[in-house]
C-alpha cells in the first residue's frame, strides 16, 4: 500500500500568503551567499539539500482527503478540498488518455463537519455518467448531510444533478468489512457528534487514519480500546492538531488531541510510524516544522530507546508501506 496525502489541514483550507511567499524567497536568497550556484544542477542539489522544508516547501492548505493506493479501484478517506486535487489528478492520469472504462471511488467519511466533506461538490468523477462513488460512514445520516450542503442558498449544484452513481453506506463499528480488496474495521471516537476511525488492512500491512478524536488520558478504558485499535499498525494517521497545553486548556472538548498524547499512544501501541494530521489552520510553515522538531524531541524524552518515525502530514506527502 502507498499513501498519498491530498488535503491534512483541520477545521477550515489555509492558503500561503504573498508575505510568506517573499519570506520563503528571502531566507532561500540569504543561505545561498555561501554557496556556489552557477548551474542549474548545484540550484536544485542546494534546494533539495540545504534550505529546510519550511523554506523550500509548504504544509499546504487543503482539508482533510487521503489516498490508500496499491488497488484497482480508488480508495480515499475523508472529501476535504484535497478531494478536489485528487479529482483533477485523476482526470490527466494515463488511465483516462483514450477513453477510460468508468470507474470505481471508495470513500471513508469520519464524520460530516463540513471540513470533510466541502471537496465534494467539486469532485469532477462524480460528474461521470458511469462513475460508481462509494461513500461510507458510522453516521446514518451521512446522506442528509451530503444533499443538504449542496442544496441552496448554499451551493448551485444540488447532489442528485452529479451523474455518477453515488451509494452511501452506514458501517458498524467494531465490525469487519472487506471493501475494495481491503480488511476494514472502524472505532468511534470521542468527537462533537462523534467521528469514526478506520483501520485498512492487506497482505499482513495496516494503516490506522483516526482523526478529529480527543483522546483523555484518565479515561482508561477508552484508551486502552484505542490502543488495540492501533495495535502494531505499520502507519498511524493521527489526530494531533494542538499543543499540549492547547489541549488541556482553552481547547479542551474541541474533540482533538495533542503531539505529544499521540507520542505516547503510538508508542504504547508499537506502532511503527506515526504520521500527525489534521494540522492546526493558524500555524504557518515555520510554526509547523518546529510543531514536528519539538514532538520527535518528546519522544526522546518518553520514550528513548523506541524507534518510531514521526512525520507531519503535508499536501503532496507520499509514504509507502
Partial sequence: MQIHFWGTRGSLPSSITAGMIEKKIFSALRKARSYALDTDETIAAFVRDKLPFQVRGSFGGNTACVEIRGHKEYVLCDAGTGLRDFGAAFLKSDSREGGAAPSVFHIFISHPHWDHIQGFPFFTPAYIPGNRVHIYGGHDYLQEAFVRQQEGPSFPVPLKAMS???????????????????????????????????????????????????????????????????NGADLLIFDAQYRFLDAIGVKENWGHSSNLLAVEMAVKAGVKRLCMFHSEHTYDDEALEHFLDETRDYLGIYAPESLLEIYLAYDGMELAL
Wanted: glycine share 8%; proline share 1%; no cysteine.
Fill in 164 to 230: 455518477a452513481d453515488i451509494v452511501f453506506h452506514t458501517l458498524t463499528a467494531g465490525e469487519l468489512y472487506s471493501i475494495a480488496g481491503l480488511q476494514v474495521m472502524t472505532i468511534r471516537q470521542n468527537h462533537p457528534g462523534d467521528s469514526y476511525g478506520y483501520r485498512f488492512e492487506k497482505e499482513g500491512k495496516s494503516v490506522v487514519y483516526s482523526t478529529d478524536a480527543e483522546h483523555k488520558e484518565e479515561s482508561g478504558t477508552a484508551t486502552d480500546q484505542f490502543l488495540s485499535f492501533f
